[in-house]
C-alpha cells in the first residue's frame, strides 16, 4: 500500500527567506510519481512540481525544487525566496503506475512580511 | 491547456434533498474523473473514480447509493449527492485525467464545490 507522511502540520517563515517543507513516502512499486500541490484559502488545487521515481536529477520549477532522496524515501519541497502569497496548505501526493493520487496531511506554510 | 471546471462552485441545500455537482474537462478528453471530499483542515480523500462509460469505482467507506456518479461523456462527470444531511457537508474537488499517450495523462483539478446541508 502506498502511504505519504507529512510530518510538519505548520511552518512559519519569513519573506525573502527559504522554506523546506518535508515529505516521506512508502510504497513497494518501482515505479511511481511524486507530486506537490499547493492549496490557498480560495480551495483550489494548484500543481507545483513533479518527480519520477527514475529522474535522475531533482526537478525544479522556477522557486520550486523537489529534494528527492530516493534512498530515504523522502521528497521535500524547497521554496525559495519565500513570497507573501505563498501561505497556503501544501500537500505531497504519490501514484503508481497509472493509480489514484494518495495524499499526505498537509503542511500550512504561513509567510510573514 | 488542461482546464477542469466545476459548477457550482457552492451549493446550499436543505437536509433530504439531493444536489448534483458537475466536472468537466474543458479543452481535453477526460478517460478518467476522480471525485475527492475534503473536510475542514484535512486533506483530500478519494471517494471514487469513474471512466468514461462505465460504473465508477467506490473507495472502501463510500456509499455509492449516497454518491451516485456519472461520466456519460469524455468531458463531464456529475457527482449526485442523494438526500443530503449536515454532515455530508465538505468541500468536493473533481480531477481528470486524459489518455496516456496524450499530453494530459496526468490529472488535472477543479476549482471545487463547497456543499452545505441545512
Known amino acids: 500500500a502506498q502511504k505519504i507522511t507529512q510530518t510538519q502540520p505548520g511552518m512559519f517563515v519569513q519573506e525573502k527567506e527559504a522554506v523546506t517543507l518535508d515529505c516521506t513516502y512508502d510504497?513497494?512499486?518501482?515505479?511511481?510519481?511524486l507530486f506537490w500541490y499547493k492549496q490557498p484559502s480560495s480551495g483550489e488545487m494548484i500543481f507545483l512540481i513533479y518527480?519520477?521515481?527514475?529522474?535522475?536529477q531533482n526537478a525544479t520549477e522556477g522557486r520550486y525544487s523537489l529534494n528527492f532522496q530516493k534512498a530515504r524515501k523522502s521528497a521535500n519541497l524547497v521554496i525559495s525566496a519565500s513570497q507573501l502569497g505563498d501561505s497556503a496548505m501544501y500537500f505531497c501526493?504519490?501514484?503508481?503506475?497509472?493509480?489514484?493520487?494518495?495524499f499526505g496531511t498537509g503542511t500550512r506554510l504561513l509567510v510573514s512580511p | 491547456g488542461a482546464v477542469v471546471s466545476q459548477h457550482p462552485s457552492w451549493v446550499i441545500c436543505k437536509s433530504g434533498t439531493s444536489v448534483k455537482i458537475e466536472c468537466r474537462s474543458l479543452?481535453?478528453?477526460?478517460?478518467?474523473m476522480f471525485w475527492y471530499r475534503q473536510f475542514p483542515k484535512q486533506s483530500l480523500m478519494l471517494m471514487a473514480t469513474?471512466?468514461?462509460?462505465?460504473?465508477?469505482?467506490?473507495e472502501q467507506g463510500v456509499e455509492k447509493d449516497k454518491f451516485l456518479i456519472n461520466h456519460a461523456s469524455l468531458t463531464l462527470s456529475t457527482l449526485t449527492v442523494t438526500s443530503a444531511h449536515p454532515e455530508d457537508s465538505s468541500f468536493y474537488i473533481c480531477?481528470?485525467?486524459?489518455?496516456?499517450?496524450?499530453?494530459?495523462?496526468?490529472?488535472?483539478f477543479g476549482p471545487g464545490t463547497r456543499l452545505t446541508v441545512l
Open positions: 480531477s481528470a485525467r486524459g489518455l496516456a499517450e496524450s499530453s494530459y495523462n496526468e490529472q488535472f
Open positions: 510504497t513497494s512499486d518501482p515505479s511511481y510519481g
Open positions: 518527480q519520477g521515481s527514475y529522474d535522475q
Open positions: 501526493a504519490m501514484n503508481t503506475g497509472f493509480q489514484k493520487l494518495v
Open positions: 479543452d481535453f478528453q477526460a478517460t478518467t
Open positions: 469513474s471512466n468514461e462509460g462505465s460504473k465508477a469505482t467506490y
